[in-house]
């Protein structure tokens, strides 16, 4: 049997309208009065009803300085909602290349994937965004990588029509595949035993 302590309580109607109230303020960006409440303890990890966290719904509205006060306030960059999506996939999904930094310099997972195992940088090269493409592959995405399907980042880029990734994903890999042939002509050879 269970203790009724155990049981979740139901919300007032006015903690669910001052819960929806921040949220409405993460989405507009309103940095400032933001920041003031989680000062005042506003947990950073809140979640909506889809599990989108406060940092997900300012990094796919675009809203920068909001995501550094949640990020500065201990909010998690790696944070999954219902659908298994972190931040970086929604900034890396909008274009937004700031916000992409942002969330990289505080410990997001340049190689976060969603739950079809694509990569941000699969994310990126199948919406043609070559500036995130040599972002995160600066940062150190696998340019390896295939999701689950058994797709590269290639394919991805070349499936969705991405003339401008796929080139440049080319590109990097013949780079990739000249330094390993480069490295397999120069490396010495050990004498037989």
């Known amino acids: 049997?269970?203790?009724?302590?155990?049981q979740p309580t139901a919300l007032d109607q006015e903690t669910l309208e001052y819960v929806q109230a921040?949220?409405?303020l993460v989405r507009r960006g309103d940095a400032e009065p933001l920041g003031e409440l989680l000062s005042r303890g506003l947990p950073a990890n809140l979640l909506n009803q889809r599990g989108d966290s406060l940092l997900m719904l300012a990094s796919y509205h675009g809203h920068l300085e909001a995501a550094r006060q949640l990020l500065?306030?201990?909010?998690?960059?790696?944070?999954?909602n219902d659908q298994g999506q972190t931040p970086l996939l929604g900034a890396v999904f909008k274009g937004?290349?700031?916000?992409?930094e942002l969330l990289l310099?505080?410990?997001a997972d340049v190689e976060s994937a969603g739950p079809d195992g694509r990569t941000a940088l699969m994310m990126a090269a199948m919406f043609n965004r070559t500036e995130l493409v040599e972002l995160l592959l600066a940062r150190g995405a696998d340019?390896?990588?295939?999701d689950s399907r058994g797709l590269?980042?290639?394919?991805?880029?070349?499936?969705?029509g991405a003339p401008d990734t796929a080139a440049l994903l080319e590109q990097k890999l013949g780079q990739t595949q000249s330094n390993t042939q480069v490295g397999a002509k120069t490396r010495p050879r050990r004498a037989p035993a």
């Not at 049997?1 to 155990?6: C, K």
């Not at 937004?96 to 992409?100: A, E, G």
Request: no cysteine.
């Open 152 to 160: 590269s980042v290639l394919d991805a880029a070349r499936q969705m």
């Open 96 to 100: 937004n290349i700031p916000m992409v």
């Open 72 to 80: 500065e306030h201990g909010a998690d960059p790696e944070l999954r």
């Open 1 to 6: 049997m269970q203790n009724p302590s155990d």
């Open 143 to 146: 340019l390896q990588a295939r």
């Open 22 to 24: 921040v949220f409405d």
């Open 105 to 107: 310099a505080y410990g």
